[in-house]
């Protein structure tokens, strides 16, 4: 009877484990599938699809999506032909660069020519091809490289003092973007007239310098001064909107050179909550501002002392090239004295967000990185004031910095009657002497009310009044107190004569008046600008240095310009 019944149990748990294993994989088989059409899903993926399914704030900084096609094919092409493209081009950029290097040639040294120029044996890799659409009536392409190449590069250098050196360039490591354009298309082989070409962007370039049989530290600034050179160099000879240009066939293509395309004007109001870079005492920062970093065309602020909210208010012009693709940078730095300058932050808006004759007011987020935008980290904000004039666009656009602007017809009138009587005076072959206008007026400011102040009194009320201050003059004017409110209306109108109000600022600060003594609720700080544009505005203001509140002010502009010869 056991024997049966042990027989029956095995049987029924044999049945069961074979069940259970069919059903375990039957499951399995499914998931696999499943797995497997997700796989081939995201296979299938585009780049568009696959920016729908995470937002870029989701990625680590280090991934980026690359409009790029790959281009193995061309790197085994390149590799074969290397040592004859070797010995071609090294010649042709040794005669290029050196006239070049020879202009940006540092003060300590009395010559520098290149002794040796061979580009090494390691070809470049090509790492991604892209077609840009421009609409100009020819073929942009974008060619991605990556050298990390053995050149044989001896330069020839003697300083002022007599000694002769040669110093040799090593461990060259180049990441960038070249830009070809082949324009314009004709219609006869090879279909485009000709080719121009530029380092459309240098993402990295690093090398090092030594001197053959000797050390390089032994002359102090010797390194960095050639360093400098050969950037400046390269940023000034191919970078773009730099292009050199072939002609394939005749023709002329003086419209494919390199032109200026109009003028930015930039304010640099101010900065704010700047990271300490002190041990004892606030940072002591400055402002270093460029479209092309050619140290010529770098703009450096002055340094304001021990204050992590600094007032600038200084106003720089830069040459505009291409307004499609560059881009204005502002460098924030703490001033060390003798030392080097420590870095804070930097930032950049592209110039194609502007509008032309269109004053844009913007504040900045500084980062540590502008190729990683991606910061966390609080380092600051800058404060600009930008304008972007185009060239032969003058009498279409309203420009602010300009010596007539804010003239009356009665004004200018007038301005062009002295002008032509000192021509008939002088003569009609002699320059006409310049004049230029001084943006003077009266700025009417009413402060109207402020919101959602921070309370300052123990009871968690306030007794808020505000002062206005002119900054170049120090002239100040304050409205009454409104005791116990957190919201306080005043609706006082003041009046400010302004000399010259396109450098000028305007401080509002709220303070709570206590018997004795008073305290801190806040400021803004306006520019007036937008007020010599705009006639009169109103608007609300946050306040900074705070927690909460902001401020509700008008203002007016009556101008009354005057004139001064230069």
Request: proline share 5%.
């Given at each position: 009877m056991?024997?049966?019944?042990?027989?029956?149990?095995?049987?029924?748990?044999?049945?069961?484990?074979?069940?259970?294993?069919?059903?375990?994989?039957?499951?399995?088989?499914?998931?696999?599938?499943?797995?497997?059409?997700?796989?081939?899903?995201?296979?299938?993926?585009?780049?568009?699809?696959?920016?729908?399914?995470?937002?870029?704030?989701?990625?680590?900084?280090?991934?980026?999506?690359?409009?790029?096609?790959?281009?193995?094919?061309?790197?085994?092409?390149?590799?074969?032909?290397?040592?004859?493209?070797?010995?071609?081009?090294?010649?042709?950029?040794?005669?290029?660069?050196?006239?070049?290097?020879?202009?940006?040639?540092?003060?300590i040294?009395?010559?520098?020519?290149?002794?040796?120029?061979?580009?090494?044996?390691?070809?470049p890799?090509?790492?991604?091809?892209?077609?840009?659409?421009?609409?100009?009536?020819?073929?942009?392409?974008?060619?991605?490289?990556?050298?990390?190449?053995?050149?044989?590069?001896v330069?020839?250098?003697?300083?002022?003092?007599?000694?002769?050196?040669?110093?040799q360039?090593?461990?060259?490591?180049?990441t960038?973007?070249?830009?070809?354009?082949?324009?314009?298309?004709?219609?006869?082989?090879?279909?485009?007239?000709?080719?121009?070409?530029?380092?459309?962007?240098?993402?990295?370039?690093?090398?090092?310098?030594k001197?053959?049989?000797?050390?390089?530290?032994?002359?102090?600034?010797?390194?960095?001064?050639?360093?400098?050179?050969?950037?400046?160099?390269?940023?000034?000879s191919?970078?773009w909107?730099?292009?050199?240009?072939?002609?394939?066939?005749?023709?002329?293509?003086?419209?494919l050179?390199?032109?200026?395309?109009?003028?930015?004007?930039?304010?640099?109001?101010?900065?704010?909550?700047?990271?300490?870079?002190?041990?004892?005492?606030?940072?002591?920062?400055?402002?270093?501002?460029?479209?092309?970093?050619?140290?010529?065309?770098?703009?450096?602020?002055?340094?304001?002392?021990?204050?992590?909210?600094?007032?600038?208010?200084?106003?720089?012009?830069?040459i505009?090239?291409?307004?499609?693709?560059?881009?204005?940078?502002?460098?924030?730095?703490?001033d060390?004295?003798?030392?080097?300058?420590?870095?804070?932050?930097?930032?950049?808006?592209?110039?194609?967000?502007?509008?032309?004759?269109?004053?844009?007011?913007?504040?900045?987020?500084?980062?540590?990185?502008?190729?990683?935008?991606?910061?966390?980290k609080?380092?600051?904000?800058?404060?600009?004031?930008?304008?972007?004039?185009?060239?032969?666009?003058?009498?279409?656009?309203?420009?602010?910095?300009?010596?007539?602007?804010?003239?009356?017809?009665?004004?200018?009138?007038?301005?062009?009657?002295?002008?032509?009587?000192e021509?008939?005076?002088?003569?009609?072959?002699?320059?006409?002497?310049?004049?230029?206008?001084?943006?003077?007026?009266?700025?009417?400011?009413?402060?109207?009310?402020?919101?959602?102040?921070?309370?300052?009194?123990?009871?968690?009320?306030?007794?808020?009044?505000?002062?206005?201050?002119?900054?170049?003059?120090?002239?100040?004017?304050?409205t009454?107190?409104?005791?116990?409110?957190?919201?306080?209306?005043?609706?006082?109108?003041?009046?400010?004569?302004?000399?010259?109000?396109?450098?000028?600022?305007?401080?509002?600060?709220?303070w709570?008046?206590?018997?004795?003594?008073?305290?801190?609720?806040?400021?803004?700080?306006?520019t007036?600008?937008?007020?010599?544009?705009?006639?009169?505005?109103?608007?609300?203001?946050?306040?900074?240095?705070?927690?909460?509140?902001?401020?509700?002010?008008?203002?007016?502009?009556?101008?009354?310009?005057?004139?001064?010869?230069?």
């Open positions: 056991s024997f049966f019944f042990g027989l029956g149990v095995g049987v029924t748990v044999g049945l069961a484990l074979i069940v259970l294993f069919v059903r375990s994989e039957n499951a399995r088989s499914k998931r696999r599938s499943e797995l497997a059409t997700t796989v081939a899903a995201f296979a299938r993926m585009t780049l568009e699809d696959s920016k729908k399914i995470l937002s870029p704030e989701y990625y680590p900084s280090w991934v980026v999506f690359s409009q790029r096609q790959k281009l193995t094919w061309l790197n085994l092409q390149l590799t074969k032909i290397w040592p004859y493209v070797n010995e071609a081009a090294s010649e042709l950029i040794k005669t290029n660069v050196e006239p070049v290097i020879e202009q940006y040639r540092p003060v040294l009395s010559s520098l020519k290149f002794s040796k120029f061979t580009l090494g044996t390691v070809a890799q090509f790492t991604g091809v892209s077609i840009i659409e421009d609409g100009g009536g020819g073929v942009t392409m974008e060619l991605e490289m990556n050298w990390d190449g053995n050149p044989n590069i330069l020839d250098i003697k300083t002022r003092l007599g000694v002769a050196l040669p110093v360039v090593k461990n060259i490591g180049f960038g973007v070249f830009r070809l354009i082949f324009k314009p298309l004709v219609d006869e082989f090879p279909c485009f007239g000709a080719l121009c070409y530029s380092l459309r962007e240098k993402k990295q370039l690093d090398f090092t310098l001197v053959v049989g000797g050390d390089i530290s032994a002359i102090p600034g010797l390194s960095d001064a050639i360093e400098g050179t050969i950037r400046d160099a390269i940023e000034d191919i970078t909107p730099v292009r050199k240009i072939i002609p394939i066939l005749p023709g002329d293509y003086s419209d050179e390199l032109k200026p395309v109009g003028v930015l004007e930039v304010k640099l109001v101010q900065a704010k909550e700047l990271t300490n870079k002190d041990i004892i005492g606030k940072s002591d920062p400055f402002s270093v501002l460029y479209i092309r970093p050619l140290r010529d065309r770098m703009k450096t602020s002055k340094t304001i002392n021990n204050e992590l909210n600094p007032l600038w208010n200084e106003h720089f012009e830069f505009v090239e291409d307004a499609s693709t560059q881009q204005l940078v502002v460098k924030v730095y703490d060390e004295g003798l030392q080097a300058a420590e870095f804070i932050g930097c930032a950049q808006i592209p110039l194609k967000e502007l509008e032309p004759g269109k004053v844009k007011d913007v504040w900045l987020k500084l980062v540590k990185d502008l190729e990683v935008q991606r910061d966390n609080n380092r600051g904000q800058v404060h600009l004031e930008l304008l972007y004039c185009p060239y032969g666009t003058e009498n279409e656009l309203t420009n602010p910095f300009a010596s007539s602007f804010s003239m009356t017809t009665l004004e200018k009138v007038l301005k062009n009657g002295v002008e032509g009587k021509a008939a005076e002088n003569g009609t072959d002699k320059k006409l002497r310049r004049r230029e206008v001084i943006v003077r007026g009266v700025l009417s400011v009413t402060a109207i009310s402020a919101e959602d102040l921070a309370p300052a009194d123990l009871m968690g009320k306030a007794d808020p009044y505000v002062v206005l201050t002119m900054k170049k003059t120090e002239t100040k004017n304050k009454r107190v409104v005791n116990d409110s957190l919201n306080p209306v005043w609706n006082q109108t003041f009046d400010f004569v302004v000399e010259d109000g396109l450098h000028d600022m305007l401080i509002v600060e709220v709570d008046h206590d018997t004795f003594g008073k305290d801190y609720m806040g400021r803004c700080i306006l007036l600008t937008r007020v010599i544009l705009e006639g009169q505005y109103e608007d609300s203001f946050q306040l900074d240095g705070t927690k909460s509140g902001k401020l509700n002010l008008r203002l007016k502009w009556s101008p009354r310009p005057i004139y001064r010869d230069s």
